[in-house]
């Protein structure tokens, strides 16, 4: 039986999770900026970045503007994995992470020597916060003989307690490796990603039980109806869904993967089960091809409220734009605790030169 991990957090901090992000809904209008206000934030934003040595890296989640941002500044519009790689290799002394904590905190670990900033520290994910170190480090302590597989949305610390870390890119395929090394797998946090990863390897695979808010909400029903009114569209589904949603899609991946689909595939529509904020990137590579976000409601419902992470959307550009000045956003993780979260990202990193 899976680890229920979710019982360890208290039920009126999961409630605060779904009040944070109703809360961010209603205000969403309240936080639009004027034209004349954002061009001018973007043009302070690039000076600093210049100024200071900097590199702009952001999640595909993130708002248009800090998306264009990125691109325009010589950084990277991207899925973690990605992002994790460019922070390692670009030369800037500083990098600017517009994307959630354990972003950042991979993003130092991978180059300790560098300062990392993000506009706010409190960008955070229910999949970190649903993996505790302490419960986490004793359920591993109870399976010593299952190889640790976590997935990057985790804490530092839950990485260093690991020995493969993987991003919904590459799960699959090192969960794969492994099982033909005969290796049964504990992994983490996501019980989605985990039991999808588990029925198309055929591995042995514990699956601790976190959850991500967004994907956990898109619906199978509504989504039957969208593509019975959409029949020429394609359904391209993050993993991190549900398996009730994974199964109707035409196509399941990462971020990454699913710009490729889009690009890959003749239909003229697609149907998208991940975060709206990868629209942007997305409509970029097919300008031709209508793009609908999956509900996350059944049929009859216009909500898609969760379809929009409410931690994503704290790398606001008046955040951005004071990022070397606000003080208290810089990243730090403990040394010798980065060295040793630095052994299972290294292998990450390695891997398609390892199979």
Known sequence: MPYLSTMSIAAEHLIEIRELVKDHLAHQHERKLSAVREQYLMQQIRQRLAAENAVLVAHYYTQDTVQDLAEETGGIVSDSLEMARFGRDHPAETLVVAGVKFMGETAKILTPEKRVLMPTLEATCSLDIGCPI?????????????????????????????????????????????????????????????????????????????????????????????????????????????????????????????????????????????????FHTMQKAVPDKELFIAPTAGHGATCYSCANCPWMAMNELEALAAVFDIGGNEVFVDPELGKRAMLPLQRMLDFKKTI
Not at 205 to 233: N, Q, T, Y
């Open 134 to 278: 302490d419960e986490f480090s004793a359920f591993c302590d109870k399976h010593p003989d299952r190889t640790v597989v976590v997935y990057a949305n985790t804490s530092a610390a839950v990485k260093a307690r690991a020995d493969w870390v993987v991003t919904s890119s590459i799960a699959k395929d090192v969960v794969s490796y492994l099982h033909e090394k005969g290796e049964k797998i504990l992994f983490a946090p996501d019980r989605h990603l985990g039991a999808y990863i588990r029925s198309v390897t055929g591995a042995d695979v514990l699956v601790w039980e976190g959850a991500c808010i967004v994907h956990e909400e898109f619906k199978a029903d509504g989504l039957r109806h969208m593509m019975k009114e959409h029949p020429e569209a394609a359904v391209l589904v993050h993993p991190e869904s549900p398996a009730s949603v994974i199964e109707l899609a035409d196509r399941v991946g990462s971020t990454t993967q699913i710009i490729a689909a889009a690009v890959e595939m003749s239909n003229p529509e697609f149907i998208v089960a991940t975060d709206q904020g990868i």
